[in-house]
């Protein structure tokens, strides 16, 4: 048998008391989670950071690695030109072993000029690796007290948040869902997390803009679901005399 409409209301109302607390729970815990994903992001940055430092210090260190044994292999070579220097049958062939000499010792400058760049590179790279990682323990240090923090206001409130999810889980299957579609949509456009209120003294509870009396007496007649046209919540029904409506 289809619940009547007076029914859809009354688990309307349990369901926003429901999550009316799950909100006030929420609400204790202010923005410690938020700053705390905050921070876990922030540490992953930083992290990231230190990750492309150590991969370029380790990239300089390798091109320093092969300079050095390419100069190895010039002073072979010039070495070697040295010694046929001592045999050559003319000018010709002394000139040009001469050049080849040349050539590795300008090789051999030109190595050291790039393993100084790269020793100069590395000497940068390990300074902003320095800053990064002070920064990096600061915000490891505020993390792990932040994490505390809302480690204690939670485990207050744990026991009470696991309540209301499981009463919460268990009340959502008797709404059906195009009610249950409406009711979290307008509750994720309320500031205040309110989708069904009261009329309470002629305005609504929720936006507070009055709402006319033959209106109020098609709420209170629970013919139909009627929202309020100014911020769309759904009325629960009218207060009379200061008494809550409902289970409000």
């Known amino acids: 048998m289809e619940n009547t409409i007076a029914q859809k209301l009354d688990a309307l109302v349990q369901l926003q ?25 922030e540490i992953i940055g930083f992290e990231t950071r230190m990750s492309k430092f150590k991969n370029e210090i380790d990239a300089l260190n ?4 092969n300079l050095k044994g390419a100069q190895k292999d010039s002073e072979k070579l010039i070495a070697k030109y040295k010694d046929q220097q001592m045999n050559v049958r003319n000018n010709r062939e002394y000139d040009a ?3 080849e000499i040349e050539l590795q010792e300008l090789d051999m400058q030109l190595a050291d000029k ?8 590395i000497r940068l790279i390990e300074e902003d690796a320095d800053r990064t990682r002070a920064t990096l323990n600061e915000r490891q240090e505020d993390l792990k007290a932040k994490k505390q923090e809302l ?18 889980e268990k009340h959502i299957k008797k709404i059906e869902e195009r009610l249950l579609r409406s009711y979290d949509r307008i509750r994720g456009n309320s500031m ?3 989708a069904v209120v009261p009329v309470s003294r002629g305005a609504c509870g929720g936006c507070f803009n009055i709402v006319p009396p033959q209106r109020q007496a098609d709420i209170r007649e629970h013919k139909k679901i009627i929202v309020c046209e100014h911020c769309g919540r759904i009325f629960a029904g009218v207060e009379s005399s200061g008494e809550p409506v409902g289970r409000r």
């Open 17 to 41: 008391e429901i999550d009316s607390k799950l909100d006030e729970i929420l609400k204790i815990r202010g923005d410690l989670p938020e700053e705390v994903r905050d921070l876990e992001d």
């Open 62 to 65: 390798s091109e320093i690695d």
């Open 97 to 99: 072993i001469t050049k």
């Open 114 to 121: 790039k393993i100084n760049e790269a020793k100069a590179r």
């Open 151 to 168: 480690s204690v206001i939670t485990g207050e409130s744990q026991e009470e948040e696991n309540r209301l999810i499981a009463e919460r």
């Open 192 to 194: 205040n997390g309110l």
